[in-house]
């Protein structure tokens, strides 16, 4: 017998026959044996489930998720045009963004910014997530930098000037020597941070997914890691 499980359908190309699908295996993965999953498809009377059925992408993204972001939309500076797929809701809203943002990525649609004024604003949604005393939390994102000649945030918090703990800066970025890097501000004062540098180098031109981890409970010289 079949057992159905959630999935969230991002996109299908019908012409070329490619598409972005997640799903979630429900515990039934094994490491010594094969496990199979069939994707149904061709019946044009089909509709898909609401998000919020027991078979929507609210069931895909569990409470571990604080928000997953395909950036699939077309570029706009609509208010929360940027669609969060889990049961959380943080939506984006595009700054500078425009209808040519939007170019072909690693998987399915993607967003493209100028280096300059374009980026997507997700509010103070985080405060309470990953900012703050003995946080822990992991940011996973792919990235295609055309240009190494200079550095470029990929991830940012901005705390104000103070710095307190639930303003707490943190920024993953591109070094503009090719490593990636992840700052975070841990005292009260803007101009005291640790930085955290990946080796080796991504390289210019080219799909790279970065993870950084971090952990506010381990000594401080040990809470950053990057992937």
């Known amino acids: 017998a079949t057992t159905e499980v959630a999935r969230e359908v991002v996109a299908v190309d019908a012409a070329n026959g490619t598409g972005e699908m997640h799903f979630v295996a429900n515990g039934t993965l094994s490491g010594s044996t094969d496990t199979d999953f069939y994707i149904y498809f061709g019946n044009t009377g089909a509709s898909d489930y609401a998000n919020g059925d027991t078979y929507g992408s609210d069931n895909v993204w569990d409470s571990d998720y604080a928000a997953v972001y395909h950036l699939n939309e077309d570029g706009s500076t609509t208010t929360d045009a940027y669609r969060d797929s889990t049961v959380n809701t943080v939506n984006g809203t595009g700054i500078s963004m425009t209808s040519s943002s939007d170019v072909a990525?690693?998987?399915?649609?993607?967003?493209?910014?100028?280096?300059?004024?374009?980026?997507?604003?997700?509010?103070?949604?985080?405060?309470?997530?990953?900012?703050?005393?003995?946080?822990?939390?992991?940011?996973?994102?792919?990235?295609?930098?055309?240009?190494?000649?200079?550095?470029?945030?990929?991830?940012?918090?901005?705390?104000?000037?103070?710095?307190?703990?639930?303003?707490?800066?943190?920024?993953?970025?591109?070094?503009?020597?090719?490593?990636?890097?992840?700052?975070?501000?841990?005292?009260?004062?803007?101009?005291?941070?640790?930085?955290?540098?990946?080796?080796?180098?991504?390289?210019?031109?080219?799909?790279?997914?970065?993870?950084?981890?971090?952990?506010?409970?381990?000594?401080?010289?040990?809470?950053?890691?990057?992937?």
């Open 105 to 227: 990525g690693k998987l399915g649609r993607s967003q493209n910014f100028d280096g300059n004024a374009d980026a997507i604003s997700l509010g103070d949604n985080f405060d309470s997530v990953i900012a703050g005393t003995n946080k822990q939390f992991t940011l996973q994102l792919w990235f295609n930098h055309d240009d190494l000649a200079s550095s470029g945030s990929l991830f940012a918090k901005n705390g104000d000037s103070n710095c307190s703990e639930n303003n707490r800066n943190f920024n993953m970025s591109v070094r503009d020597d090719g490593n990636g890097r992840f700052l975070w501000y841990g005292t009260l004062t803007t101009s005291t941070y640790r930085g955290f540098d990946s080796d080796p180098a991504f390289s210019a031109a080219t799909w790279h997914s970065m993870v950084t981890t971090y952990n506010g409970t381990a000594a401080v010289g040990s809470r950053v890691n990057i992937y």
